[in-house]
């Protein structure tokens, strides 16, 4: 079965920094796109960055030079380094797969980060 497990949210001040990883299991990870999708209270589920099969990487203008997503293909996990974090950053982060054979992304069950002095 195919899971994607997060891990590595907490709090943490204005202006710190967290790292976010998403182990992956069930898949074939190295032709997967992964992303990180995040959703604050009362927000839609939002891209925060994607990182292609071949390395390309996209973000959200709001995490542009903050953020940088990357992957080892040799551990089948995804991270997303956050830097100079703001109370704004507070949300649900949520771990994404794309394959391009497959109907349906898949998701991890998400984990919190929190933002706040």
């Known amino acids: 079965q195919v899971q994607l497990v997060e891990s590595g949210g907490g709090l943490v001040q204005p202006g710190g920094s967290l790292r976010l990883s998403c182990a992956a299991s069930?898949?074939?990870?190295?032709?997967?796109?992964m992303g990180w999708y995040r959703q604050a209270p009362g927000k839609q589920r939002e891209l925060v960055a994607v990182i292609g099969s071949g390395g390309s990487t996209n973000y959200a203008d709001s995490v542009k030079g903050r953020f940088t997503i990357s992957r080892d293909n040799t551990k089948n996990t995804v991270y997303l380094q956050m830097n100079s974090l703001k109370p704004e950053d507070t949300a649900v982060y949520y771990c994404n797969a794309n394959d391009p054979y497959a109907r349906d992304p898949y998701w991890g069950q998400g984990t919190q980060v929190t933002v706040s002095s």
């Open positions: 069930g898949i074939i990870f190295r032709r997967n796109a």
